[in-house]
């Protein structure tokens, strides 16, 4: 079976490559604007936004898994989400028609439900609230466009993650067990908003298993790692695992989120980016829970408990320092 991952050079590329590989039957080729030093030998260079480099790479394939997106908080100049996330989405389409490629798992996000919404299904109605959900919803729309053109013939399989992490990411969750670890952490808010969060061995486990099974059709899975922590519960498991207790102060939301405006002018004017911003804040601050209900459905069980999870990346970390 012959499946093409785009944008397979990053951190969920990285790890779906490395568990897809051990299973012979599958010849694989990553196609990324970025090398990949663990897969150099099945990577092609090309930008999604291109789409003569694009046409050039991407031969006919059983599945094409479409990972490539402007995902950081502070992408600039923001056109950016949309020449990559939908802009590129709708080359990468063109090209596998062009090829006779029919299925298609594409990696969304939960962002498109908006922030502290009431632990939303995938029959949630969208509100994205920044431009990287906007941009998400906004390729959704052009792969649904794209499917239901024949749907007898094509399958389309969106995945929503909620925040992932795992060894060897530098995202949010990276950054914040960074500050716990090096103890320059301080608890903003009462730490009792829940967060919904998706180990990355599990996510890709997931992924490995749509194409195991050869699902088709139109499906939409959320994929949240349950029961959610709330952020107390998530600076417990930390504790426990680095074998310390933390500071008790915690800063009121207006004072974070006042720090993070701040940062944000900073940045700006110094042309810096800082771990710290306002949307960092209102992010980290915020309620972010979400409701997995068609994976549950499904026979595909996790590897790793969310705790598991945690004290994995934590113990990555250390081996860093």
Known sequence: MKISIIGGSGFIGTNLIS???????????????????????????ADIRNKEQLAE??????????????????????????????????????VMEERGTNKIIFTSSVAIYGLNKPNPDEDYPPAPFNDYGKSKWQAEEALRKWYFSDPDNRTLIILRPTVVFGPGNRGNVYNLLKQIISGRFLMIGDGRNRK??????????????????????????????????????????????????????????????????????????TGKKFSISSIRVRKFCATTQYKSKFVTQCKYRAHYSLKQGLVKTIDSILREE
Request: charged letters at 20%.
């Open 19 to 45: 568990i897809l590989s051990k299973d012979v039957t599958y010849q694989l080729i990553n196609i990324d604007k970025a090398h990949s030093s663990p897969n150099a030998n099945i990577t092609q260079i």
């Open 196 to 269: 919904s969060m998706a180990y990355v061995e599990n996510i890709t486990g997931f992924l490995k298993y749509c194409i195991d099974t050869d699902m088709s059709g139109y499906q939409v899975f959320n994929y949240v790692d349950k029961p959610d922590l709330n952020m107390n519960e998530f600076v417990n498991v930390t504790e426990r695992s680095l074998g310390k207790k933390l500071s008790a102060v915690r800063i009121p939301y207006f004072i974070g989120y006042f720090g993070g405006v701040i940062f944000d002018i900073l940045a700006r004017i």
């Open 57 to 94: 790479k991407l031969q006919p394939a059983d599945w094409c898994v479409l990972l490539a997106a402007e995902h950081r908080d502070d992408v600039t100049p923001s056109s950016l989400y949309y020449d990559v996330n939908v802009r590129g989405t709708g080359n990468v389409l063109d």
